[in-house]
């Protein structure tokens, strides 16, 4: 399925839920309202006609001219039956039959079709919140931990939201563009990628 047709179907069916679509590009995406989010992903994962069952990644942007922040969500659909081409063809794709982790309740339809699609949802930079899709896609439990951690985004509903990368007592959030990096950190002197030892900003 093209990206033109998912989002033809998201607008007839969410209609002034896509505030925007890019199609054109490399990397072509929805535009999501955030208060619509969960609803939306919930869709894409179920809907017959999308079924994306694999959340690949969370990319976190920090857009500072609109003084805002973004999430874009990288989907995939995965065939489950083994008829089509899988896009790792090294790593084998299992359902768990049991675990203590609670999954998504998916259909067990068969799925013989990849395709990609992408989601964008943007939140206000002074107070960046986005509904948790982690219900959803399990993936999104790590990755939105990373973006809470380096870009400062919290995810309501999220099952365990706390740092993944930085320490605990860390301030601020590295990957801001704003950011001010510290010049040591309990008495351990910074670095640069250019190897200096006293950085200044």
Not at 23 to 48: C, M, N, Q, S, T
Not at 54 to 76: K, P
Not at 183 to 195: M, N, R
Request: net charge negative.
């Amino acid at each position: 399925m093209a990206p033109e047709e998912c989002c033809d179907i998201l607008r007839s069916r969410f209609r002034e839920a896509v505030l925007e679509t890019v199609l054109e590009g490399g990397h072509p995406y929805a535009k999501i309202a955030p208060e619509k989010w969960p609803e939306v992903a919930l869709f894409l994962r179920d809907d017959p006609r999308m079924k994306f069952n694999f959340l690949r990644c969370i990319s976190a942007i920090d857009l500072l001219a609109e003084n805002q922040l973004a999430c874009v969500y990288d989907l995939m659909r995965i065939p489950i039956d083994g008829s089509a081409p899988h896009p790792h063809p090294e790593k084998t794709f299992r359902a768990s039959v049991s675990s203590s982790v609670q999954r998504p309740t998916m259909s067990v339809e068969l799925i013989t079709e990849t395709a990609e699609f992408a989601v964008r949802v943007v939140t206000d930079r002074n107070d960046p919140v986005i509904s948790s899709v982690a219900h959803v896609w399990p993936a999104a439990d790590w990755h939105e931990r990373e973006a809470f951690d380096l870009m400062g985004i919290r995810f309501s509903g999220h099952p365990d939201l706390r740092r993944i990368l930085c320490p605990d007592d860390w301030e601020g959030h590295p990957l801001r563009k704003d950011y001010d990096f510290p010049l040591e950190y309990h008495g351990i002197p910074a670095t640069t990628e250019y190897e200096l030892t006293n950085p200044r900003h």
